[in-house]
């Protein structure tokens, strides 16, 4: 299996830009996480989904992150109009339930200028 | 709301030595999972251990295992043997079934290993 899947590795944009980072989760998993890291902040939980439904978005920052999982295979989180403190990278994370296991992407690392 | 701490920024350690990474986590469940993972330069998470807290037994993994002491809400990762491979980022991670397997992660310790 190829892992969970992200893309693009690297996005540079600039500020009130609209940007969309994808996510292919490992074939079979059910749930999948989204997650921001930053130095101040650390790892942070933005919204998690099983079984393509969305469970707790409670820490998606503001109405300008919003997040899709249109079916099993695939998630996008967008953010729009972008601002330099989302700079970040972010990661996405699958599971099968009821196995604990989580396996993240490589992330994508957002400039925003 | 569960917190995980970890009180260690850095550690270092001589190649071939032991170091031991602390954590602290608070929660009020029963059923739970505590994990280890580490983040490389390459920023990968990999998995480095899991510890379920219904099983009263260390989880070990080769040179990295825990020590899980429940009532104390603590599990410490010793890295025995250290190489220079294990420098990275370790983050202690919490998560709980009954919040649909939400994983919460602590802060992180940086460990450098001298050659």
């Known amino acids: 299996d190829a892992g969970v899947i992200q893309s693009p590795r690297h996005e540079v944009t600039e500020m009130g830009q609209e940007v969309t980072l994808r996510c292919k989760p490992i074939?079979?998993?059910?749930?999948l996480f989204w997650y921001r890291q930053t130095m101040m902040r650390g790892l942070e939980l933005l919204i998690y989904?099983?079984?393509?439904?969305?469970?707790?978005d409670s820490g998606m920052p503001e109405d300008r992150f919003s997040a899709k999982m249109p079916n099993a295979s695939f998630s996008t989180l967008k953010i729009q109009p972008s601002e330099p403190r989302d700079s970040a990278v972010y990661f996405c994370?699958?599971?099968?339930?009821?196995?604990?296991?989580?396996?993240f992407g490589s992330g994508t690392q957002l400039s925003v200028l | 709301a569960q917190t995980v701490t970890q009180s260690q920024p850095e550690m270092s350690v001589q190649e071939a030595e032991t170091v031991t990474l602390s954590c602290t986590y608070d929660?009020?469940?029963?059923?739970?999972?505590l994990f280890w993972y580490k983040q490389p330069p390459s920023r990968q998470m990999i998995l480095v251990i899991r510890?379920?807290?219904?099983?009263?037994q260390n989880a070990t993994e080769n040179r990295f295992s825990v020590n899980f002491q429940k009532a104390a809400k603590s599990f410490s990762l010793k890295i025995s043997d250290s190489q220079l491979g294990d420098a990275a980022m370790y983050f202690c991670?919490?998560?709980?079934?009954?919040?649909?397997?939400?994983?919460?992660f602590g802060g992180g310790t940086r460990v450098l290993v001298k050659p």
């Open positions: 994370a699958s599971s099968f339930s009821p196995d604990t296991k989580l396996f």
């Open positions: 074939s079979g998993h059910n749930s």
């Open positions: 989904f099983n079984n393509n439904v969305p469970i707790d």
């Open positions: 929660t009020s469940e029963s059923d739970y999972y």
């Open positions: 510890q379920e807290a219904y099983k009263q």
């Open positions: 991670a919490y998560r709980s079934p009954a919040a649909g397997n939400k994983l919460t």
